[in-house]
């Protein structure tokens, strides 16, 4: 899958794989790419922006934890973070059915 | 030089905050030792310290904007409240009762002039940040409309906030203590916020975004003006015939004087077209494009 095709749905699929429970950077990228068998082959490094915006928009919340000796940074959805998944959940549901009626 | 310390010159070079850089270096020493020799498959790290850059500086000029309206709304609400309580200070004092009329005339011409140029080019400012709130990266030359018009409101805020203050101190002997004590204490907080604000907004311009595109303009800000795009010259007679005829309606009505009411709109309309010739440009009201740019929401 084109790299731009996913980087415009990140923040809602970063928003999904935080909904499963807290993560940091390393393991949000592994879930992503797991959850997709691979399609999203992204490079790796993109997701720590869309994490960075997402926690200024209050949709993520952070706290390190110190992990092997070295400081890790862990990330999990918010309140708002949960409404906005719902939310774009629905449009995505909407987009999808209506570009499936197209294509058929 | 490894990965990690390309990232880190990069992110240096365009300007992100130390503190920032290592908070970002962290976790991506973080992400390398979970599976070490990683590094390629986290991108080129040049790509990367710019997609933080773009947002991070992005952000940083709405912040910077939001800080610096604060802080005019802050000399508003001294203004205002030196106007609304002249009367239990003692009344208007008349220009030529203070200390010296070296003090009063630019002082009232501070207090009168300042505040129109702040309301404006500080109201645009926020306008367009808040129109913009959703983007997550701006163009620079978009940041750099957002960052001039802050900083023409902050530099008149601020020239306001000094013309309250030398009023203060010129009608020391002839107001009463509460209201000198009290529009003192008001403009010099003022002062201050707006000199911490505009600190802050210099702090903000050391982010370098590298995303181009156009600054959009006045026009995109205002859509209901779109008819004088390219007609800058009709605008200005527009803004500074508007400005002087509501003016003098004002004035008139006030002082039931016809005479005084015409002389106050002939001045306020003369010194909108003067702000406007020089600072329409910088503010993004003067344009002589007559496509412009537009700037999607």
Known sequence: ?104 | MTWTQQLADELGRRGVSARRRATILLEIEDHIACEPASEQRLGDPRELAAEFADELGTQAARGAVQWVFGALALTAGALAVSQLAIGSGGGYPGFDNGYSVALAIPAILLMFVAPQVALVAGSLALLRSLRRRRAPILPQAEIDLLRRRAWVGAGAGLACAIGLELYVIDFLAVMHTTWIVLVGALSATAIVAICAAGAHLRATGRVIVGASGPSGDIFDDLPLLGFLRGRPWLLCAIVAGGVGVLMAVAEWHAESSLSEGLQRGAFEGVAAAVGFLALGRAIGARSDDAGGHPVAD
């Open chain 1, 1 to 104: 899958m084109k790299p731009n095709t996913v980087k415009g749905q990140l923040d809602a699929l970063i928003l999904a794989t935080l909904d499963a429970g807290p993560a940091h950077g390393y393991a949000v990228g592994q879930l992503l790419r797991d959850r997709s068998d691979g399609a999203f082959d992204l490079p790796e490094g993109t997701i720590y922006p869309a994490l960075h915006r997402l926690e200024r928009d209050g949709l993520l919340a952070s706290d390190w934890s110190l992990e092997a000796g070295r400081r890790r940074r862990v990330y999990r959805l918010t309140r708002t973070g949960k409404n906005a998944l719902g939310a774009r959940r629905s449009e995505w549901s909407a987009f999808a059915g209506a570009v499936q009626a197209v294509l058929g």
